[in-house]
């Protein structure tokens, strides 16, 4: 995932292209390995030291990886103002990386639904704006 998802971001393309195109290879091939990438997640714990300290930096180096192109987001005035960009990534990795524990390929949704959703979700947002809600 990492090295796909780096060359991803890494391309010449407009920043908001770059972070789609990356989050739906993520979660893509995440559900192409999802009973690995299950497993990753719930019992890593149970590696032994050495293969989890190897588990873990690379996770460190791919969160490192998000981290940058958020910041990037950021001064590209692209996230609001006073957002808390760790617990963003934090809340859409830990959203998006679930998914593999609950998604079927019976459940009525393709992977492309799922994750074009939750880009639309990220973007744009569910709740009216407070004023739209007060006026009514």
């Known amino acids: 995932v990492h090295k ?23 979660l893509l091939i995440s559900i192409d390995y999802q009973d690995f990438a299950a497993v990753h997640l719930q019992e890593m714990r149970h590696l032994r030291s050495e293969a989890r300290a190897k588990v ?14 958020i ?11 006073g957002v808390d960009t760790r617990l963003l ?3 859409g990795f830990g959203a998006l990386n679930w998914i593999v524990t609950w998604y079927s ?15 639309e979700n990220l ?9 739209i809600i007060i006026s009514k």
């Open 123 to 131: 973007r744009y947002g569910v709740f009216q704006p407070e004023e």
């Open 89 to 91: 990534r934090l809340h």
């Open 4 to 26: 796909t998802v780096q060359d991803i971001l890494r391309k010449d393309k407009d920043l908001w292209m770059r972070v789609r195109d990356g989050l739906r290879t993520h």
């Open 105 to 119: 390929p019976h459940g009525g949704y393709t992977p492309e639904e799922i994750i074009d959703a939750f880009l």
């Open 71 to 81: 910041d990037e987001a950021v001064n590209a005035q692209l996230i609001k103002p």
């Open 56 to 69: 873990i930096a690379e996770r460190d180096n791919y969160e490192k990886m998000w981290e940058d192109i």
